[in-house]
């Protein structure tokens, strides 16, 4: 019987071990998390850490043993560490999640609130639009009566509660 089995690879080998199994045509789930800052690339949510969906009765697991980028299968005792079908569904669509929010983490009009050690700190603002650099962010701030664009990082943006 097919689950899924958590996979242990050496360090920074993450990608390369999932494409080797995709390659052998087994099954395989690496989560990952969005670039942050200057990363460029996706980073893997669990750092040497991924799934396959094997059959352990199968001849698979020894194709699977010797690869490239794999340190070992993650055991307790004698027993192999499997994770639940629901357990890989769960993961994968709270990955997917946390990828759309950091693609767009506000919409356009939406209320904001500025943070952290910035000399606009704690006032609330008008989010206008992420900048090509997807790390910045127009804001409007109303000053003097008007409204006035600002260039801020995201991560120095908050999400005001709307008033009821």
């Known amino acids: ?38 990363q460029k690339a996706p980073q893997p949510l669990f750092f040497r850490y991924l799934f396959a969906r094997l059959d352990m009765e199968q001849a698979t697991t020894q194709i699977v043993r010797w690869l490239p980028g794999l340190t070992c299968f993650v055991m307790f005792g004698d027993d192999y560490a499997t994770v639940p079908d629901q357990v890989v569904s769960y993961i994968r669509r709270r990955a997917a999640e946390m990828a759309q929010r950091e693609a767009e983490p506000f919409h ?57």
Not at 22 to 29: F, L, N, R
Not at 122 to 145: C, I, K, M, P
């Open 1 to 38: 019987m097919e689950q899924w089995y958590v996979l242990y690879s050496k360090p920074r080998k993450e990608f390369r071990l999932r494409d080797e199994l995709t390659q052998k045509g087994i099954q395989v789930y690496l989560p990952t998390c969005p670039p942050k800052g200057r």
């Open 108 to 164: 356009r009009g939406q209320r904001v609130r500025i943070t952290g050690n910035h000399p606009l700190a704690q006032l609330d603002a008008v989010f206008d639009r992420n900048l090509s650099s997807g790390a910045r962010a127009h804001v409007l701030v109303e000053t003097l009566g008007r409204l006035v664009r600002c260039e801020i990082d995201l991560d120095m943006l908050e999400a005001v509660a709307p008033v009821h």
